[in-house]
């Protein structure tokens, strides 16, 4: 169970007083997710997500929370910080950063099929151009200053033949960092870790059987400015893939694409560097997990993610690249 941080009942009155929720009428840890400690948190107004940051600093995550807070209002489907009278939409509990954000009905598509994926491409695609005017600005952190930093700490724990994949993996991203056509990418804020456990559909009332609606992207603590595209790979290498190989489902793909484009096309130069940025996408995974896998921080019972499933993908977008079909 990931929580870090016990949050008291009176602490979580305190801070709904403050936010002006009313009394709490219930507040649970969440056992899923790994980076942050967050709870549901009930009161007689409503029903929320409380989040304590464990990594993420007060000077960080205003460009979070208040990106979160300029997509929904723009209408993408987003959860939205609540403010107090100031304003402020950020607070201290047991001297850590933490906010409350509504919570989105629904839950998880885990097997998701192509009606699925076209939902999130298309609500990628309008996230993208929501963010464009966003007046906060904070890199990837996630991105190839920090893969270069971490792959020689987790190099220790790797066979011979994982050190030389990583490395060269790694060589070739920085090598495509400093081309040209990549500088050419469009850029902004990106999600950047929006897999289906970042994203909820819930059904719909009278609808077809099957047929969930997308209610929300969610946990956006990895966000930071960078390429669309690294976004769109991100999203292609979880939504669009056999888990058990790591093999990239082209119909679903394909779904996903072409639902993004019917919002926003893709450039000549984003046609072209997909299959690299699908490569990256799947080195920038590899190596988190690796590095939570192996330089694991304290939590009730952290059970870190497979490293060894990005390590699969990677060798499968090597070996295939894919290219998406243009309209
Ligand atoms: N706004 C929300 N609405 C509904 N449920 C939420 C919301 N935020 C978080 N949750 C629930 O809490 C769980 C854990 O949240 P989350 O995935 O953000 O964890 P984390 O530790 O912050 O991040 P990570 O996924 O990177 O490990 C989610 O799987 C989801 O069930
Ligand atoms: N989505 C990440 C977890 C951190 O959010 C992973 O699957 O490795």
Redesign the pocket.
């Known amino acids: 169970m990931?929580v870090f941080t016990e949050v008291s009942l009176a602490q979580a009155q305190a801070l709904a007083d403050r936010l002006n929720l009313g009394a709490v009428q219930a507040l649970q840890g969440?056992?899923?997710?790994?980076?942050?400690?967050?709870y549901?948190l009930n009161t007689e107004s409503g029903?929320?997500?409380l989040?304590v940051?464990?990594r993420l600093t007060f000077e960080q995550l205003p460009f979070y929370l208040r990106l979160m807070e300029h997509l929904a209002q723009r209408g993408v489907a987003v959860?939205a910080p609540h403010a107090d009278a100031q304003g402020e939409i950020l607070f201290e509990l047991a001297g850590k950063p933490a906010a409350v954000?509504?919570?989105?009905?629904?839950?998880?598509q885990l097997a998701p099929d192509l009606h699925h994926c076209q939902q999130v491409g298309a609500q990628l695609a309008r996230m993208h151009l929501a963010g464009q005017d966003f007046p906060l600005s904070q890199p990837n952190l996630r991105g190839l200053a920090w893969w270069s930093e971490t792959v020689p700490v987790v190099l220790p724990f790797l066979s011979p033949a994982q050190s030389e994949l990583i490395s060269s993996e790694l060589a070739f991203q920085q090598q495509l960092a400093a081309s040209q056509s990549y500088a050419e990418l469009p850029r902004g804020p990106i999600h950047a870790?929006l897999?289906r456990?970042?994203v909820?559909f819930a059904e719909v009332e009278g609808g077809l059987p099957g047929r969930e609606r997308l209610t929300?992207f969610?946990?956006f603590?990895?966000a930071g400015v960078d390429t669309w595209l690294f976004d769109l790979a991100v999203c292609l290498n979880d939504w669009c893939i056999d888990l058990a190989s790591g093999r990239l489902d082209a119909a679903r793909a394909q779904a996903f694409v072409d639902a993004y484009e019917g919002v926003r096309p893709l450039s000549g130069a984003e046609h072209r560097l997909l299959p690299a940025l699908l490569r990256g996408a799947a080195l920038r995974f590899w190596i988190s997990r690796l590095w939570d896998f192996h330089l694991p921080r304290d939590a009730a019972l952290l059970k870190p993610?497979d490293p060894g499933h990005f390590e699969r993908v990677l060798r499968e977008r090597v070996a295939e690249p894919w290219h998406a079909l243009k309209d």
């Not at 899923?32 to 400690?37: C, D, L, P, V």
């Not at 954000?101 to 998880?108: I, P, Y």
């Open positions: 990931a969440i056992k899923a997710g790994i980076e942050n400690t967050n549901f029903s929320y997500v989040t940051f464990e959860p954000v509504d919570k989105l009905a629904g839950g998880h870790d897999f456990d970042n909820m929300g969610f946990d603590y990895f993610h």
